[in-house]
């Protein structure tokens, strides 16, 4: 059984994160070889795209949405993704039971939940037209005046199949989007099966080798080793002797392969799709960047590693990218970042009248 060494499984990670350097892909196609990304806010796979995307301009984000391409709604681990149409159709009956877990987490605030009656209302409701959840919940309320209205609109979101209406802002949608039936939107039926296998061998083809636990943390589908088990997969151990599975011919570059430095938005996957992160985040930095409230920060990685975080901000004109080192910076890296960091804020905020790159500390 061939050995991994950390770096080795850091690049090939990053080589499957279109994170080696730049590509020259479509932004619909990005998404799906990414199997979805983090989209807890509108801008975060902009970003996330600007890193990976050779010359990635907005629109064509913009235009992939306006057009169905790609979507945004609840998947994996119960959160929202940006995902293709077609792997929300592919997927979303695979995620369902995780969705229907994620009920639980209610507790008190469930009772008298009945969620076959509370779908099949909402689902009438949102088949008239879009809805926000504020106005989801006020119907569901007046249906159902004797649950907790936070409960029917969690309800709503995890159990019916719903994407988020684009509206014509910058990010493509507002704060306080509409949701619309997924099914309506995309104009095609969710696949009625479940296709569990498929989606391990995309997870590896996106964040490989990894473990299937690592899997879990990212799908939230649980016992998995069993479906690692139907594949035909490359076993790899890593320097803790621990076993990696990987698809065959996924790509796995020398450890020496160089990495350049890149920013990511908040809540990227790439740190929250393991269960355990040193590939991608040393132990001690993670209380910098996964808070108590569940946010996890925008960061750059330096040699293929988190090595800081990153905020930016326009005021009277000016736009500053402010960057938070965990540690000494060499001189060559601070150019790298300073360079690549200059690009990122004039993506960020193009109507600024002047743009800079500052160092906390």
Not at 198 to 224: H, I, M
Not at 339 to 349: A, C, D, K, M, V
Request: proline share 6%; charged share 25%; hydrophobic share 40%.
């Amino acid at each position: 059984m061939a050995v991994m060494s950390g770096r080795a499984v850091n690049r090939a990670t990053l080589a499957r994160q279109l994170l080696l350097g730049r590509e020259a892909v479509p932004a619909g196609e990005v998404v799906g070889r990414l199997v979805g990304m983090q989209g807890q806010e509108a801008k975060h796979p902009y970003v996330g795209l600007w890193s990976r995307i050779d010359g990635f301009e907005e629109g064509e984000l913009d235009r992939a949405v306006r057009e169905r391409e790609v979507v945004r709604g609840t998947m994996f681990r119960g959160t929202l993704h940006l995902v293709t149409a077609a792997d929300y159709l592919r997927f979303r009956t695979t995620v369902a039971p995780v969705l229907e877990a994620v009920l639980k987490v209610l507790g008190d605030r469930g009772a008298g939940l009945e969620p076959d009656k509370v779908v099949a209302a909402a689902k009438k409701l949102l088949a008239k037209e879009p809805l926000t959840f504020t106005e989801v919940r006020d119907a569901l309320q007046q249906q159902f005046p004797d649950v907790n209205e936070r409960a029917l609109g969690f309800c709503t979101r995890m159990l019916v199949p719903l994407v988020m209406h684009p509206a014509d802002v910058r990010w493509s949608w507002t704060a306080n989007s509409r949701f619309t039936p997924a099914e309506d939107w995309i104009g095609k039926k969710l696949h009625a099966k479940a296709e569990a296998t498929e989606l391990v061998t995309r997870y590896l083809q996106a964040f490989g080798p990894a473990t299937p636990a690592d899997f879990q943390t990212w799908s939230g589908l649980p016992k998995a080793k069993p479906l690692f088990d139907e594949l035909d997969l490359v076993t790899l151990t890593d320097d803790a002797g621990k076993t990696l599975y990987d698809v065959p011919d996924a790509p796995r570059p020398d450890a020496d392969t160089p990495a350049p430095v890149c920013f990511l938005p908040e809540f990227d996957n790439l740190l929250l799709s393991h269960a355990k992160r040193e590939r991608i985040i040393a132990d001690e930095h993670k209380p910098a960047v996964f808070t108590k409230n569940l946010r996890v920060k925008a960061t750059y990685t330096v040699d293929g590693l988190v090595a800081g975080l990153w905020t930016s901000e326009k005021k009277r004109g000016v736009a500053t990218l402010t960057l938070t080192p965990f540690g000494r910076t060499l001189k060559k890296t601070q150019a790298e970042l300073e360079r690549e960091g200059s690009g990122l804020i004039r993506f960020l905020e193009p109507d600024a009248k002047s743009f800079g790159v500052v160092t906390d500390g």
